[in-house]
């Protein structure tokens, strides 16, 4: 839409080109603020030594481990999560007297920070996997269900009515009457629901000190071992991008054929 | 009678679920979870006066601080780079990346910085909430109707009453948006950094009672950080339909027609 522009197209330079422009700028900012004296470098370690102690962390199988445990915990929470998430929305959701019943209780339940299930967390599963899969779960579980629950009220009453006159069962209004409109808002729940979760896992690991990238940092932090602590904080950071582009993909093939993506490729 | 009805929907869930935990806990052994009953008198004996002013009272104070100072800086910035299109092309890689770090990692770093006092309180809390306002703002300033922005300069509206009385709140409904993400993301933050390091705070205090095995005062904390949350996202949620009321209005009226 904001394609046609008087300005020449080459002289302001394209999005891409200003974008790796700007990471470079950062990347040089964070490399002079300590050589110049601005920053003391025993708290902001310029970028070359970050890169350094990243590549060092790369060639520890520790870290390969503490990556995957992060992933691993972040991939199972977030499954439990949705699957959770999409089968109380749609029990819920379509049926209006439970809708009703348990608004109240959801609106309760939903803005309890996650994190105040820490304590109770380490009571019961100690510094285990388990502690930080209860987290992500409770976390990502509201993301999807609230998203459901809006899908499942989105649905057409006509096209509803329509296909109960048909005498459509109830699982096959479920099928092809509720889910593909309900569809759009569970991806868009399963996106919010991933980044979430991946804060969760590393936040858990962080704070509890269950086996991750999370509890590296912490160590790191612990035995002043700085740059090793910004690089594990950049693995952390690409990864959310990562996850997020991933989401972002994701949506756009499953959905091609919905109109929400349809109209963005045609604007 | 339909009022009747709807506190009944309203209270019903909450009650039975009170009600069961309260009478399937009563006649608890297990050390974690214990009767309901001895939660809520720990409730009451904790939760004093003395105790409120040394801890909620400042954990509260730190995340107002946070979140405002998020909320100005975020929509400041957020419609400066909305409006400038290579502006925003060159920070918006970075802004992705610093968004994608999960916020309470940045405790250690903040603590480097600035030790371990309030000031690193309020500044993790901007660190870590500053991202979703800054970048719906961005957002929102973008879509701004461009049929709009020329009528708006036709008329000879420019300069402060241009970004007051057209962009911001044309933006609105999506700084809102941003602003309701960053609440939920204050309230963590505020909890972590005071389990990291604090002599007070809730997050503070619920470990140190978790520590000592003091389980009911310790669910009695958790039970408070909830209302805590509850009360937070219903007064936000009053304060946007005040502040949105065209919007609402507007979309109400779209929806009938």
């Not at chain 1, 839409?1 to 990347?27: D, E, H, I, K, Y």
């Not at chain 2, 974690?32 to 040394?54: H, K, V």
Request: aromatic letters at 8%.
């Amino acid at each position: 839409m904001t394609s046609v522009r008087r300005r020449n197209p080459a002289r302001s330079g394209s999005p891409a080109l200003l974008g790796a422009a700007g990471l470079a700028g950062l990347l040089l900012i964070i490399e002079l603020l300590p050589r110049l004296g601005l920053v003391d470098d025993r708290y902001l370690p310029p970028t070359s030594r970050i890169a350094a102690a990243l590549a060092d962390e790369t060639g520890s199988p520790q870290f390969w481990t503490s990556l995957g445990d992060t992933l691993i915990a972040w991939a199972l929470g977030l499954a439990i999560a949705v699957s959770a998430g999409v089968l109380a929305g749609i029990l819920i959701g379509s049926v209006p007297v439970l809708r009703e019943l348990t608004a109240s209780t959801v609106e309760f339940l939903r803005p309890i920070p996650s994190v105040a299930l820490i304590p109770l967390a380490v009571l019961l599963y100690g510094t285990d996997i388990g502690s930080t899969l209860m987290l992500v779960c409770y976390a990502a579980f509201w993301q999807v269900f609230v998203q459901v629950l809006y899908g499942v009220a989105d649905v057409d009453p006509v096209a509803y009515e329509t296909a109960r006159s048909f005498r459509f069962s109830a699982w096959a209004r479920i099928r092809h009457v509720l889910w593909p409109t309900a569809l759009p808002y569970v991806f868009t729940g399963i996106r919010l629901a991933a980044s979430v979760a991946l804060v969760l896992a590393i936040t858990a690991e962080l704070v509890i000190g269950a086996p991750g990238l999370g509890k590296e940092i912490a160590v790191a932090q612990a035995s002043e071992a700085v740059p090793t602590m910004y690089a594990l904080i950049v693995v952390t950071g690409i990864l959310g991008v990562l996850i997020n582009l991933l989401a972002r993909t994701g949506e756009r093939r499953l959905l091609a054929w919905h109109q929400s993506v349809r109209g963005e490729v045609t604007a | 009678m339909n009022v009747l009805k709807r506190v009944l929907y309203v209270v019903a869930l909450p009650a039975v679920l009170f009600g069961a935990w309260f009478v399937l806990s009563d006649g608890s052994e297990n050390f974690y979870s214990p009767p309901l009953r001895s939660i809520l008198t720990a409730f009451g004996d904790t939760w004093q006066a003395d105790r409120l002013r040394a801890d909620v009272f400042p954990s509260l104070l730190r995340l107002f601080a946070g979140y405002l100072l998020a909320a100005l800086i975020g929509i400041a910035l957020g419609v400066a780079i909305g409006l400038n299109r290579r502006l925003r092309a060159t920070v918006e890689p970075v802004l992705e990346f610093f968004r994608a770090i999960p916020p309470p990692v940045l405790v250690p770093v903040i603590m480097l910085f600035a030790g371990i006092g309030d000031g690193m309180k309020v500044i993790v809390i901007v660190f870590g909430c500053i991202w979703p306002i800054l970048l719906n703002t961005v957002e929102g300033v973008r879509a701004v109707d461009s049929v709009v922005l020329d009528t708006a300069r036709a008329y000879g509206v420019t300069g402060p009453a241009r970004l007051t009385r057209v962009i911001l709140p044309s933006a609105g409904p999506q700084i809102a948006a941003g602003l309701r993400q960053a609440l939920s993301i204050a309230i963590i933050l505020m909890v972590i950094s005071e389990m990291f390091a604090a002599s007070n705070g809730l997050g503070f205090t619920i470990v140190q009672f978790q520590r000592s095995f003091a389980i009911p005062e310790m669910w009695s904390g958790i039970i408070l950080l909830g209302l805590l949350g509850f009360v937070l996202s219903l007064l936000f949620r009053l304060a946007e339909r005040r502040a949105l009321r065209w919007y609402e209005g507007l979309r109400a009226a779209q929806r009938q027609g």
